[in-house]
């Protein structure tokens, strides 16, 4: 059986930071003057929920939180609000791992769409509710849509660059806990 190692935990822990702090860089570069008509992709969600839904251990609770919330504050967004979504969604699918490990890969993209679908509504009401200006709708969606299109390319780079994949049934950690 195999065993995940402490070291190996605690490297991918800081790769996904490092990963998740140069997407911030990258978001933050000027790279055109004039407004664009589309919204990027939120990558930072993607890899998010795709290392939640195979490697939970590797995304703690505090370095997603840190993360989006990082990222509220730079990219100027209401602070807290997508971190708290994005946190939530992240925990239910974590705790759902074990039971997604056999599922089929279009099920996990499905799931894992339906995440982002219900962060992106959840977030609408709750800045209708509290009377805070939301961005336009039609960009919203372009950024909900291409990021449900890349989520399996981020799960492919996740794989083939960082072997991020499921843990295989009777795997175990170093303390003989099943993961």
Not at 67 to 88: C, E, H, S, T, Y
Request: hydrophobic letters at 60%; charged letters at 15%.
């Amino acid at each position: 059986m195999a065993e995940q190692r402490p070291a190996r935990i605690w490297v991918m822990r800081s790769l996904y930071l490092s990963v998740s702090f140069l997407i911030i860089f990258l978001y933050l570069l000027p790279l055109a003057t004039t407004p664009t008509r589309w919204a990027a992709p939120d990558l930072i969600i993607a890899l998010t929920f795709a290392w939640a839904m195979r490697r939970p251990e590797y995304v703690p609770t505090l370095c997603v939180a840190g993360v989006v919330l990082l990222a509220d504050l730079l990219f100027q967004r209401p602070p807290g609000l997508l971190a708290v979504l994005v946190l939530i969604a992240s925990e239910t699918l974590r705790s759902r791992a074990i039971a997604n490990r056999d599922m089929p890969y279009f099920l996990e993209w499905v799931t894992v769409a339906g995440a982002m679908i219900s962060v992106v509504i959840l977030e609408r009401l709750l800045l209708a509710v509290f009377f805070i200006p939301a961005p336009a709708l039609g960009l919203v969606l372009i950024q909900l849509t291409m990021t449900i299109a890349l989520y399996p390319m981020v799960v492919l780079i996740s794989y083939v660059v960082f072997n991020v994949r499921r843990a295989a049934p009777g795997e175990v950690d170093t303390l003989g806990h099943r993961l």
